[in-house]
């Protein structure tokens, strides 16, 4: 299972760090994803990082902001997320993948995530 944490409520700009903890097995051989979903909209995805952890994709809205990272020994992946606005609002979940998609229909399993609200 993966646990996303490290949520909460923040004031626009500031820092959060968001951790994705795995357990029962090892993820070191998966890639690995954060998405967010906001209330009523579709969940989406933020970043993405290889399996090695040198490869990493973040959507043009976080570009620069937003940095993920994945510690392989500790069988867990980090969302570092600087510069945060309100429309960075949503719960954030991490997921796994075996393919190179970017859908998130190819990423599971869904734990459970983690609340950012950032006010204005």
């Known amino acids: 299972q993966l646990q996303a944490s490290g949520g909460g409520l923040v004031q626009a700009g500031g820092s959060l760090r968001l951790s994705c903890a795995a357990s029962g097995r090892t993820f070191s051989s998966y890639r690995m994803g954060w998405f967010r979903q906001a209330p009523g909209k579709e969940r989406e995805l933020v970043a993405t990082?290889?399996?090695?952890?040198?490869?990493?994709y973040h959507v043009d809205s976080v570009k620069g902001r937003f940095t993920i990272s994945r510690d392989v020994a500790k069988n867990t992946v980090y969302l570092q997320m600087n510069n945060l606005k309100p429309e960075d609002t949503a719960v954030y979940y991490c997921a796994a993948t075996i393919t190179t998609s970017l859908d998130k229909g190819a990423f599971g399993p869904w734990g459970q995530g983690t609340q950012v609200t950032v006010s204005s």
């Open positions: 990082i290889s399996r090695s952890g040198f490869r990493t």
